[in-house]
């Protein structure tokens, strides 16, 4: 079943500028409404902001999920992590990208541009994106980790 275009925010650091470029076609190619929040430019920059930025916009209402570009992924999600309404799994594969949103609801997901081509990138954001929630026995455990139910 065709998943509906969802609000996607995309936001990088200086190491995965290129990849986010392609990442962020595709995602406008499958229909998605994309958000760009930068960076744009190959100086250094603080993959922080840039976790923060994309924080916000989902946060508001602007973007329903999230694509994290940095050297590793680890970083930046590190950062996005930081916000309670935030679930960032970094994916290395299509496993780890279907999981991740099966298993543990992740509305953002982290990439590292020096560690994973750009043909697995493309394959783990259509995966992020097409995959649902499976609810039931994880949604107990989501519930954990948004702070809803003590441990």
């Known amino acids: 079943m065709a998943q509906p275009p969802l609000s996607v925010a ?13 990442l962020a076609e595709a995602l ?4 998605h409404n994309v958000l760009d929040l930068g960076t744009d430019g190959p100086e250094s920059v603080d993959y922080p902001d840039f976790a923060d930025a994309l924080a916000a916009a ?24 930081r916000h309670d309404h935030i679930r960032c799994a ?13 298993h543990n609801d992740a509305n953002v ?13 493309l394959d783990c954001v259509q995966i992020f994106m097409a995959t649902d929630f499976e609810g039931g026995r994880h949604a107990r455990r989501v519930a954990k980790l948004s702070g809803k139910v003590s441990a």
Do not use: M
């Open 28 to 31: 406008r190619d499958a229909g």
């Open 109 to 121: 997901v982290a990439l590292g541009a020096r560690l994973i081509g750009e043909a697995v990138a």
């Open 10 to 22: 995309i936001a990088c650091d200086h190491a995965g500028l290129a990849l986010k470029r392609v």
């Open 58 to 81: 989902i946060g508001d209402g602007r973007a329903e999920r999230g694509v994290l570009v940095c050297g590793t992924g680890i970083g930046i999600a590190i950062a996005a992590n």
């Open 90 to 102: 970094v994916v290395h594969d299509a496993t780890s990208a279907r999981l991740t949103r099966q």
